[in-house]
């Protein structure tokens, strides 16, 4: 498994080492010796998996209490994944960052607790999983707003994005509850 550091403390770009040949492939989602062996010291109490349809973009999404470290990765088709550092302390906070993951490139993002996440669906549909660290709580789940020009992100749509009343209504982060 390569691990490589993304421009945010904490954040980390996971690729596998998958074994395949014509029967298909083989590889290890989860080890958590060798995981943390990597840094990324994490005990998972809940998986979750979505699926979208293209233009679907779900996000961005943090809980300010019971804040949730997640690995996410792509199983079927592919998503532009975004994460947004929510941490006042960090010299990046407020600031964006994206990469692709999907089915072919197998690559997988440990997101730890402190950033809000989301993604848009660039394939017809997209599998999307991940686990986190601490469970839902609704009462505690914010939204960031996916467009605030304060963020900068240059997500590649071909049009408007397809979205949920609340991913539709979130906060900008001038106003967002954050991160010490």
């Known amino acids: 498994m390569k691990v490589s550091a993304t421009e945010f403390a904490g954040v980390k770009l996971i690729e596998p080492k998958v074994f395949g040949d014509d029967r298909g492939f083989f590889m290890e989602s989860w080890n958590a010796r060798a995981f943390a062996q990597a840094g990324i010291d994490a005990t998972f109490v809940q998986d979750n998996h979505s699926r979208s349809r293209k233009g679907v973009l779900r996000g961005l999404h943090y809980q300010v209490e019971h804040a ?29 960052t994206a990469l692709t993951l999907s089915a072919q490139n197998q690559r997988m993002l440990w997101v730890p607790p402190g950033f809000a996440h989301g993604f848009l669906a660039l394939s017809e549909f997209a599998d999307f999983l991940y686990k986190t660290t601490d469970y839902w709580y609704p009462e505690h789940e914010r939204t960031l707003l996916w467009n605030d020009p304060a963020l900068g992100i240059r997500w590649p749509l071909a049009g ?16 967002a509850a954050v991160y010490d």
């Open 68 to 96: 949730q470290g997640k690995l996410v990765r792509c199983v079927a088709g592919e998503v532009f994944d975004v994460v947004v550092d929510l941490r006042r302390s960090s010299p990046t906070f407020g600031r964006a």
């Open 160 to 175: 408007a994005p397809i979205l949920t009343a609340k991913d539709a209504a979130g906060t900008p982060l001038a106003a």
